[in-house]
């Protein structure tokens, strides 16, 4: 299984970014996916998530901002970000979560986001 987070990168306050992960090794269809985030001296947050079937869920300090998507013809995932403030600024990661082993998660390398003027 491997998931390859690309998209992030240096964006003034106001900005946007669209993070996309390629899954591969997987049933992608099958997969609940997520993206969660790390800022530096704090615990990974779970920032939003998409169900196999396509029910998002969000944190609320990205509700109205951020938006999850995916496209399983292409195995992706995507984070689509806009309106960034300099909280936004972490390391960002995809996850997989099997259907039927919800217990079960992948986790990508992940990409840095960094919000600054």
């Known amino acids: 299984v491997q998931l390859v987070e690309s998209g992030g990168g240096l964006v003034q306050p106001g900005g946007s970014l669209r993070l996309s992960c390629a899954a591969s090794?997987?049933?992608?269809?099958?997969?609940?996916m997520g993206w969660s985030r790390q800022a530096l001296g704090k615990q990974r947050e779970l920032v939003a998530t998409?169900?196999?079937?396509?029910?998002?869920n969000y944190v609320d300090s990205v509700k109205g901002r951020f938006t999850i998507s995916r496209d399983n013809a292409k195995n992706t995932v995507y984070l689509q970000m806009n309106s960034l403030k300099p909280e936004d600024t972490a390391v960002y990661y995809c996850?997989?979560?099997?259907?039927?082993?919800?217990?079960?998660?992948?986790w990508g390398q992940g990409t840095q986001v960094t919000v600054s003027s």
């Open positions: 996850n997989a979560v099997p259907v039927v082993a919800p217990g079960l998660s992948y």
């Open positions: 090794g997987i049933t992608f269809n099958i997969y609940h």
């Open positions: 998409i169900t196999s079937v396509g029910s998002t």
